[in-house]
């Protein structure tokens, strides 16, 4: 199974804009990437998706270079409830998937 | 819509003994995964299938045996509990495939200690 790569964590101070990229090489034509928010005992929440270029929701933007081999979550205007660990996931269109990374954990302060 | 339920939400086990974890989506999606979480890590996909009456394995299934009879249940069972299945198991479910539509959504998880 190919892997993801994510920085292990990040700080970030309340109101700033907060980029974590997943690199994630070994990603197939058919490949989707997907964004995921985890606190602690729950399961992850889903953020976003994309295929290529960027694409944005209300909560986030996600930028994909035109190589595909990584990706960029950016949140904009982060508060304290936005500390969680963020995890990408590369899935394909036959449920085949990479495994989560060990996700990168977000600390936001005030 | 209830979304995906998981039962029990602890349990504790002597070693050798076996169980089944459930899980239930009501949102007629036709992917599901088991995964598993051990502390301070990320998750591993343990088995997931495409639909009912199709299963395979993911990056961790040794010691479990999934079975997919409905659209709407997908059970891991544990056979021979081992302390090293210890860990918070998570199912979820998607449309996924040619919908284009990956987003997973999650059950609260189960906490299980093998003892």
């Known amino acids: 199974l190919a892997k993801t790569t994510q920085p292990i964590s990040m700080d970030s101070y309340e109101g700033q804009e907060v980029n974590i990229t997943c690199s994630h090489n070994?990603?197939?034509?058919?490949?989707?990437i997907t964004w995921y928010q985890q606190f602690p005992s729950q399961g992850p929440r889903f953020i976003i998706q994309?295929?290529?270029t960027k694409v944005t929701n209300e909560v986030a933007s996600l930028f994909i270079p035109a190589d595909r081999k990584s990706s960029t979550l950016s949140l904009p205007r982060v508060s304290l409830s936005d500390t969680a660990v963020y995890y990408c996931?590369?899935?394909?269109?036959?449920?085949?998937?990479?495994?989560f990374g060990g996700g990168t954990r977000l600390m936001v302060k005030p | 819509n209830a979304g995906v339920t998981q039962t029990p939400k602890f349990r504790i086990l002597k070693i050798g003994q076996s169980m089944t974890l459930q899980c239930t989506q009501d949102?007629?999606?036709?992917?599901m995964y088991w995964y598993r979480q051990d502390p301070g890590m990320g998750l591993k996909l343990i088995y997931y299938?495409?639909?009912?009456?199709?299963?395979d394995k993911g990056e961790v299934p040794n010691g479990y045996n999934v079975s997919r009879s409905t659209t709407e249940d997908f059970p891991l069972r544990l056979e021979l509990a081992a302390p090293s299945q210890t860990s918070v198991y998570f199912c979820?479910?998607?449309?996924?495939?040619?919908?284009?539509?990956?987003?997973?959504?999650f059950g609260p998880g189960t906490r299980l200690t093998v003892t």
């Open positions: 979820a479910s998607s449309y996924g495939g040619l919908a284009g539509d990956h987003e997973q959504y």
């Open positions: 070994n990603i197939a034509t058919n490949d989707y």
């Open positions: 994309g295929y290529k």
């Open positions: 996931l590369v899935v394909g269109n036959a449920g085949n998937m990479l495994t």
């Open positions: 949102m007629n999606h036709n992917y």
């Open positions: 299938s495409v639909g009912a009456g199709i299963t």
